[in-house]
């Protein structure tokens, strides 16, 4: 590929130039080879990437509409509700060995009670023997640090409200923490599965490319 063939290239009084991170101009006869070499193979990638991502669209809206029309044939034809009151719904084949799950996941966010509920369980597992509560500990440490979004570990949060603790404080934390949660929305996820035979294990049919 020429320097005027390529794909960036902006032509400057007949000459080709490159736009680098700055913004600035930079004639493609000074960029070295390898840099030229990296910049051409992300843009291939990038535009296979951004065809896929369309593709990937395309067939999920079609996915909703596929399923949402054999609801609709279901009660109009049998006067019968397939699917849960959330949202949720698990289509099989006849033999069993393959299926496709629409899941609805509720997007919950956590209230100040949060702080008073961190307090609490301070409180108790700084009074309680050493050594007794170390899971226990492990588990609230991972519970109340935050990610790069600054969001609690939820399935960390879930684990605590199941624990089988009588301690007042205990019981007041957790309630703090329930009255915490708040539902700020839901996002509806696509599941692809399939096995062997009757009895054998699900495996996923992985759409997502950090997944696959």
């Not at 080879?33 to 992300?42: A, F, K, Q, S």
């Not at 596929?66 to 019968?80: H, M």
């Not at 640090?145 to 879930?158: C, L, Y």
């Amino acid at each position: 590929m020429t320097d005027h063939q390529h794909p960036a290239a902006i032509d400057v009084a007949g000459k080709p130039y490159l736009c680098d991170a700055k913004g600035a101009l930079v004639p493609i006869a000074t960029v070295k080879p390898t840099d030229l070499l990296m910049d051409e193979l992300v843009r291939s990638i990038l535009g296979e990437a951004a065809g896929l991502s369309a593709t990937i669209a395309t067939f999920k809206q079609r996915t909703f509409e596929r399923v949402s029309e054999l609801q609709a044939l279901f009660a109009q034809e049998y006067d019968a509700k397939i699917g849960g009151a959330k949202g949720n719904i698990t289509l099989s084949t006849f033999d069993g060995c393959q299926r496709t799950m629409v899941q609805v996941q509720d997007q919950i966010e956590f209230g100040p009670e949060m702080q008073a509920a961190k307090a609490l369980i301070d409180e108790c597992l700084n009074e309680w023997a050493a050594g007794s509560g170390d899971e226990l500990r492990a588990i609230v440490n991972r519970a109340f640090q935050v990610d790069q979004q600054g969001k609690i570990n939820r399935t960390q949060i879930f684990m605590l409200l199941r624990s089988n603790i009588t301690d007042e404080r205990w019981q007041r934390a957790m309630n703090a923490i329930q009255d915490s949660m708040r539902v700020i929305g839901s996002r509806t996820y696509l599941r692809f599965q399939r096995r062997d035979a009757g009895d054998a294990p699900w495996r996923g049919v992985p759409i997502d490319i950090a997944s696959a």
